[in-house]
């Protein structure tokens, strides 16, 4: 069963950065599809990025492009996702989600089989 664990998640000031990771473990293949989601408050989860791991093919919302970076440490089975120049609207519960190969990379909550349970991130003005 795999299973995934969020961290790194706090409280930021808009403009600042934070990394969260997602801790991977109880699966053995050679490519997993993963993705970073997040849910504001009041509104319904979005999906931010999502990479396989298999070949580093990364994509992103149009919403973090160009500030948030996913990648990962093979050899850890963890998955990053690092937040640059941050806003008061990414302020959500961050999650990760995973599905094994066969797989595409997908910024649709549907798309994944496993999820994490999640890392607050506030971010203040």
């Known amino acids: 069963q795999l299973q995934l664990v969020e961290s790194g998640g706090g409280s930021v000031q808009a403009g600042g950065s934070l990394r969260l990771s997602c801790a991977s473990s109880g699966y053995r293949n050679s490519g997993v599809c993963m993705g970073w989601f997040r849910q504001p408050p009041g509104k319904e989860r979005e999906g931010v990025a999502s990479?396989?791991?298999?070949?580093?093919?990364?994509v992103y919302s149009d919403s973090v492009k160009g500030r948030f970076t996913a990648s990962q440490d093979s050899a850890k089975n963890t998955l990053y996702l690092l937040m640059n120049s941050l806003k008061v609207e990414d302020t959500a519960i961050y999650s990760c989600?995973?599905?094994?190969?066969?797989?595409?990379?997908?910024?649709?909550?549907?798309?994944?089989?496993?999820w994490g349970q999640g890392t607050q991130v506030t971010v203040s003005s």
């Open positions: 990479i396989f791991t298999k070949n580093n093919y990364t």
């Open positions: 989600a995973a599905r094994l190969a066969p797989c595409g990379v997908s910024l649709h909550t549907g798309s994944y089989d496993y």
